[in-house]
């Protein structure tokens, strides 16, 4: 049988997972990182993107959008604590498509008052909800 961790997925807002899983796929900004039981300690910052929480050998990962972060790993217990995360099927389109083009807006309109990597890291996070949405839609 499988080795298997506790895992916790918290927003400011909720916590989105709380459970086991035999493997978890996080966005880090170094690359896309895999942890399994057993892995040694680390922390990583995390870029936005999709979270993908393996319970079970053959079963389908249960994504999470996290909009950055970090990740805490213990041999037997993985914590996110992510500025915001979404489970996959609370997604909305329409909202993600907005803040996009509020940031593009945003970064074409530059002033004096204008924070330029508050604009980027909002641009970030709208393409990478995006994204995500894109690739589930492929995926059903």
Sequence with gaps: MPMTMHVDVVSAEESIYSG??????????EGEVGV???????????????LRIQEKEGA???PVFVSGGVMEVQPRHVTVL???AVRAKDLDEAEALEAKKRAEEALADK???FDYAKAQAELAEAAARLQMIEKLRRRR
């Design 20 to 29: 086991t899983a035999e493997m978890i796929a996080a966005p880090a900004e």
């Design 36 to 50: 399994y039981a057993g892995h040694l300690q680390m922390l990583v910052r995390l870029n936005p993107g999709e």
């Design 60 to 62: 389908e990962p249960q």
């Design 82 to 84: 992510a500025d915001t």
């Design 111 to 113: 002033q004096a008052d």
